[in-house]
């Protein structure tokens, strides 16, 4: 009985430390004006969500985020502000962008306030019978290359060219830039 609670404010303790930790990374991305700096933010983020994931056993989707978007989309981000460099910072945008953030932030509010009103009302607590192969990475990697091949390989084919795309732009800007001559 004993071991059990104990067992109980371990799991209570690593959930408040990672959710503080995601919090505060979150926090820490908008708020860092260097680039660089909230990639890094970024990837903390990133790795207190896996911790969480670990926390409601879905260990699949915590490596998948540690390893797709911690670990590979991240080195994509840090290699683009490495190579469009540190003087090309982002001085603000029109105020459109504000008020658009404003309104998803409000809808996103009203959708969870839905959500926990009909969990409270017992509407969401009549489920289908879930398979036991629901999760799991063999069913995901069966979905992935039947059901949804075409959609997996369109995102692929995206990816690949928003990732030739920033080389090109990136090359047009420092081809566009002065020659700095050094000094002796």
Known sequence: MLVASVGNVLVWAVWIVA???CLGSAVA?????????SALALIGNLGSLAVLYLLLSAEFVAAAQVLVYAGAVM?????VIAYIG????????????AVGAVLAAGALFI???VVIGLKASGHLSHSENVGTA?????EIGRLFLTDHLLAFEITSIVLLVAAVGGVILGAHSRRDA???VPSL
């Open 19 to 21: 959710a503080f930790a």
């Open 75 to 79: 080195v994509m981000f840090l290699f």
């Open 111 to 113: 959708e969870i306030v």
């Open 178 to 180: 002065p020659d700095e």
């Open 29 to 37: 991305v908008v708020s860092f004006s260097s680039p660089f700096y």
């Open 134 to 138: 629901f999760g799991s990475p063999a």
């Open 86 to 97: 540190p003087n090309s910072a982002w001085m603000g945008g029109p105020s459109w962008q």
